[in-house]
């Protein structure tokens, strides 16, 4: 049953158990409000039983820890651009 189908005293009596204070002089457009604000579920939903772990594949003798964030540019990357870089200096002050 969705909360807009409950009566205000379903609300008030909802709002209550889950340590809201609410009032019957409310208008039930706020009792709905005051349950949206608080974003507490109707059913008390189980605690997972395990902890998930996560697991990284790695390539080479790169380690876990290390990122490999594609939006950083690479060690390699850097060598070979600033080869290239003085590589135009050098033919452009020749």
């Known amino acids: 049953m969705s909360n807009k189908n409950k009566t205000k005293a379903q609300l ?3 709002l209550t158990e889950k340590g809201i204070s609410a009032q019957m002089s409310m208008k039930k ?3 709905l409000l005051l349950l949206e604000k608080n974003n507490t579920p109707d059913v008390a939903q189980p605690e997972p039983e395990k902890q998930s772990i996560n697991v ?3 390539k080479g003798n790169q380690t876990p ?3 490999t964030d594609a939006s950083q540019p690479s060690a390699k990357m850097l060598i070979i651009g600033a080869i290239v870089l003085l590589a135009i200096i050098y033919f452009v002050f020749k």
């Open 29 to 31: 457009d706020e009792l």
């Open 56 to 58: 990284q594949a790695t």
């Open 65 to 67: 820890m290390e990122k």
């Open 12 to 14: 008030i009596e909802l």
